[in-house]
């Protein structure tokens, strides 16, 4: 049966030691995405890496960069430099690539996350494999993603996955840090990322990626409220995307999707569009939207922050200060406690913890 993969590869995995692009390692992946194309899936292909190949071609030795502006013209170096590497590493199995440069404003707005989501199927009509990055050499620094696995949950979502692949350069989600203890062990199945999966993330054990364990957990959980099983998986194994969709016992850490699949739109609304602005609202209110299905009105508001406007999206926040659903509010800000009697309409709200 054909499935839709969205196949997302670190920074560290796709660069060697000195930061240069490991070939050796886009043959391997490619050779696997081949492999599943000819079994009937359809992939996009995520990738890091840019910034990092970038300034190994410019930067002469010297330690990397903080500076925001100089990154950006970094990356205009290194990404012709990593896609040119995926071309060759496709054309050896006889395969089609096409770029795919994307920001955080082709997500929050609607009209853009249609237009992104045509033109992958539109690629993968041509029997092209679409190969997606942030366009950092343009990107905002205050709205860009930050890291491509939440980029890679966006795509996942827009093309209707069923697999999201993270692969990166540990075995998949640890009970520990291995860089201070030794002895930890693979957790290979997770039903739902909560807190205390939370704390066993770290920061980039390599150094060089923007992401982590932390947000590859947060893409798991974007990914699967939106029904996509997510794998964490190694990327220098032999045939790693083979191997962790197979269900290969340690290979991977697999994260089952929700039963209650978010439709596109309230996915959209949950984690494609930033915040402006949060409620806080009372018990009652707490227990009509989430018991009840009633939308969020006025006299259930106690108070409301940030500077939003009618149709921003804003973070719901229960009595105790917790994150409890994300809607888009009809209202303005300086309205919430005066205006229309609906705040957020319950079509235009996404409850966010299980109940």
Do not use: C
Request: charged fraction near 25%.
């Amino acid at each position: 049966m054909s499935r839709r993969l969205v196949v997302k590869v670190g920074t560290s995995s796709v660069t060697d030691s000195r930061g240069g692009v490991d070939g050796d390692v886009l043959n391997s992946i490619a050779r696997d995405v081949a492999q599943r194309r000819r079994a009937g899936d359809r992939v996009v292909l995520v990738t890091s890496g840019a910034i990092t190949a970038g300034w190994a071609e410019v930067g002469t030795g010297r330690p990397r960069p903080s500076d925001a502006r100089v990154l950006q013209a970094v990356s205009a170096v290194g990404q012709p430099l990593l896609m040119d590497a995926w071309r060759q590493a496709f054309a050896t199995e006889g395969v089609t690539v096409g770029q795919v440069l994307v920001s955080p404003l082709d997500f929050a707005d609607r009209a853009q996350y249609l237009h992104a989501r045509s033109t992958l199927e539109a690629l993968e009509d041509l029997d092209v494999v679409p190969i997606v990055n942030e366009n950092d050499a343009v990107a905002d620094e205050e709205i860009r993603f930050g890291d491509n696995d939440r980029l890679a949950a966006l795509v996942a979502n827009a093309v209707k996955a069923e697999f999201l692949v993270l692969l990166t350069d540990t075995p998949g989600l640890l009970t520990g840090d291995p860089r201070r203890d030794p002895h930890v062990t693979l957790i290979e199945e997770v039903t739902e990322v909560d807190e205390g999966l939370q704390a066993l993330a770290g920061s980039s054990s390599s150094g060089v990626g923007s992401g982590g364990m932390s947000s590859k957990l947060a893409a798991a959980r974007m990914a699967t409220w939106s029904g996509v099983a997510t794998i964490i998986a190694p990327a220098r194994e032999v045939h790693p995307l083979t191997r962790a969709l197979s269900g290969e016992a340690g290979v991977g850490t697999l994260f089952h999707p929700r039963s209650e699949r978010l439709s596109a739109r309230r996915a959209w609304i949950a984690f494609a569009v930033s915040s402006r602005g949060q409620l806080r609202i009372n018990q009652g209110a707490l227990q009509a939207i989430e018991h009840h299905g009633r939308s969020l009105l006025r006299v259930g508001v106690e108070g409301a922050s940030g500077e939003f406007r009618a149709g921003d999206a804003v973070e719901i926040r229960g009595p105790h200060g917790e994150l409890v659903a994300k809607g888009l509010v009809r209202v303005d800000a300086e309205q919430v406690l005066t205006g229309d009697d609906v705040v957020v309409h319950r079509d235009d709200l996404v409850l966010l913890r299980a109940r």
